[in-house]
């Protein structure tokens, strides 16, 4: 069983930046960030297996969001620049060692998401 907190949401206006931070518990391998605006559907953000070397982002995000973590502290991290009112949701970390990179997916555990509002 994996256990997730991530912290670090908050208030900021267009054009800011927010980092955002998740430890994890238990067997974690590949992690990843996904995001659920309003009315809207869970969405993946980006991903980063277990020894960083490889990294992936949804299109919206590239250029703008990186993913990193520190396997001795337990944490994974997102760095959010240039932030939009469209990046506005909570956000979840989330950690599933089984599937492979091409296609992975969430695993069955959420932490409580921190919400991110981005005002205009």
């Known amino acids: 069983q994996v256990q997730l907190v991530e912290s670090g949401g908050g208030l900021v206006q267009t054009g800011g930046s927010l980092t955002l931070s998740c430890v994890a518990s238990?067997?974690?391998?590949?992690m990843g960030w996904f995001r659920q605006a309003p009315g809207k559907e869970r969405e993946f953000v980006a991903q980063?297996?277990?020894?960083?070397?490889?990294?992936y982002y949804t299109q919206s995000v590239k250029g703008r969001f990186t993913i990193s973590r520190d396997n001795a502290k337990n944490t994974v991290y997102l760095q959010m620049n240039s932030l939009k009112p469209e990046d506005t949701a909570v956000y979840y970390c989330?950690?599933?060692?089984?599937?492979?990179?091409?296609?992975?997916?969430?695993?069955?555990?959420w932490g409580q998401g921190t919400q991110v509002t981005v005002s205009s």
């Open positions: 980063i297996n277990w020894s960083s070397s490889t990294t």
């Open positions: 989330n950690a599933n060692p089984f599937t492979p990179w091409d296609t992975w997916d969430a695993g069955d555990y």
């Open positions: 238990g067997r974690t391998g590949t």
